[in-house]
C-alpha cells in the first residue's frame, strides 16, 4: 500500500521565552502509522507532540516559528480553529485524567462539547468508542458509575476511548503507560496495534522497549533537535549514528 | 542502561575469547598428531572435547540471561547474538579436531604410503583463518574478518587437489581404500574449519557493521 503522508513538520522552532526548545525540526509522519518519539528527559519530545495539536499555545509566553502541515493545511495558519484541530488530533497524557463523572459521560462529553445533541448517536459512539478501546466489557454494566472507580488501565482506556469518540485522525500519546502496571500496558499496546489501522498514532516514551514492540517509525530527540529518524526495527539493530545508539544502550552521559 | 550489564558483557566477550584460544590449541593438536601419526595425542584430543561442549553451553545459558533480564539493543544486542553464533562455531571446530584425531588412529595403525599427499598446507592456512577471525573478534577488525572470508576459497581448492591425489592414488594401490579414505577425510575435516573460521568472520562483519553478509560470493 502507498504510504500517504499525514502530517509534515517542517523547519520548526520552539521557544519558551529567550530558551529555544526545539530547533529546525523536519518530520514526515504517514497515516496509519504509529511514529515513537524518543530521548532523554528535556529533550524536547514532548514540546513536539503538543505543538502538535497546539496545546503549547495555552503557554503564553512561547512562540513558534515553521509550519506544521496537517494534510497539507499549516495548523499555524491564523485562520485555524483551534477547537476543531483538536478535535481532528485527539490526545492522550501520561496519567489517565478521566473526568470526575460517570463513564459514560467522560466518551461523550467531547460529542457534546461540539454541539452534537442526537442521544441515540451519542449513546452508540460512546459504545463504538468503548469497544475500540478494548473496555466496553468491562464496563458496559456500570457505564453511569464514575469512572473514577476504574482501575488505572481502564481509566487510561477509558481517556483513549474520550479521545476517539470525536472521530480524530491522529492520536497523540505523551507516556500512556508510564502510571500502569505490566498487564494494564501490555493491554494498552495491543490496542495500539489496533488502533492505527484507523487512526496515525504519535507517542512519546520513555520505555525503550515499548517503542521499540508499538512504532513503526522512531525518531529520536536530543537536546531539542531531531538526531535520527527511521523504520523502528533499523533504530533498535543498527542506528546510523552513535549519539542514537548510545543512547538506545544506555551508554548516555 | 547499568555498569552491570556492561560488566556481564565484558565477562561474556572474555568467556567467547578463552573458548576460542582453547578451541585453537585442539586445531594445532590435531594437526600434530596427524603430522606425527599420534595416536595418543589424538586419544588425548577426544577425551578432552568435554571441556570445551561445557563451556559451550555456559557461554550460551550466559548469553541468554542477558537476553531476558536487560533485553539488549542495537550494538549490544548484535554482540550477542554474534556471540551465541561464534560459540555454536567453536565448538564444532572442536568437533572436527575430534574428527581428524579419529581418523589419526585409524591412520596411526597403518604403513605410511608414499604419496604427494600433504594435510600440512591446508591444516595451516585453516589454522591461520581461525586464528584471524578471533583476532578479529578481539579487535573489532572488519577488514582482517573480510580477509578470512575472502580465503575460503583457497581451502576449498586444497581440498578438490587432495581428492585427486586421493583418487589416483586408489586407483595405483587399491588395497589401500581404507587408508586413502581416512586421508581425504582429513582434508575434508580441515576444510570444515576454515567453513567455520569463515562463518565466524561472518558474524564479526555483522557485528560491527550491522549487516548481514553470509552467502556472498567473495571472489
Known sequence: ME??????????????????????ISLDVYAHEVTALIGPSGC???????????????ISYSR???SILLDDRNIYDPDVDVVSLRRR??????KPNPFPKSVFENVAYGMRVNGIKDKAYIAQQVETSLMAAALWDEVKDRIHESALGLSGGQQQRL?????????????LMDEPCSALDPIATQKIEELIHQLKITYTIIIVTHNMQQAARVSDITAFFYLGKLIETDVTDTIFTRPKLKQTEDYITGRFG | MTIHFQRELEKIKKSILSLGA????????????????????AEKIIKSDYEIDELEVEVEEECLKILALYQPVAVDLRFLIAVIKI????????????????????IAKRQRLDIPFNHYLMAEKSESMLKKSLDALVNMDVDLALRVCSLDDEVDN????????????IGEHPDRVSYLINLLLVSRHFERIADHATNIAEEIIYLIEGEIIRHRDFT
Open chain 1, 3 to 24: 504510504k500517504s503522508l499525514k502530517i509534515a513538520i517542517k523547519e520548526l522552532n520552539f521557544f519558551y521565552r529567550d530558551f529555544k526548545a526545539l530547533t529546525d
Open chain 1, 44 to 58: 524536547g519530545k514532548s514540546t513536539m507532540l503538543r505543538c502538535l495539536n497546539r496545546m503549547n499555545d495555552l
Open chain 1, 64 to 66: 513558534v516559528k515553521g
Open chain 1, 89 to 94: 488530533i485527539g490526545m492522550v497524557f501520561q
Open chain 1, 159 to 171: 481517556c483513549i476511548a474520550r479521545a476517539m469518540a470525536v472521530q480524530p485522525d491522529v492520536l
Open chain 2, 22 to 41: 582453547l578451541v585453537e590449541e585442539r586445531v594445532r593438536m590435531a594437526t600434530r598428531a596427524m603430522e606425527l601419526r599420534d595416536a595418543n595425542l
Open chain 2, 87 to 106: 560459540n555454536n562455531d567453536l565448538e564444532r571446530v572442536a568437533d572436527e579436531a575430534v574428527n581428524i584425531a579419529e581418523r589419526v588412529q585409524v
Open chain 2, 158 to 169: 586444497m581440498l578438490n587437489e587432495a581428492y585427486d591425489v586421493v583418487k589416483h592414488a
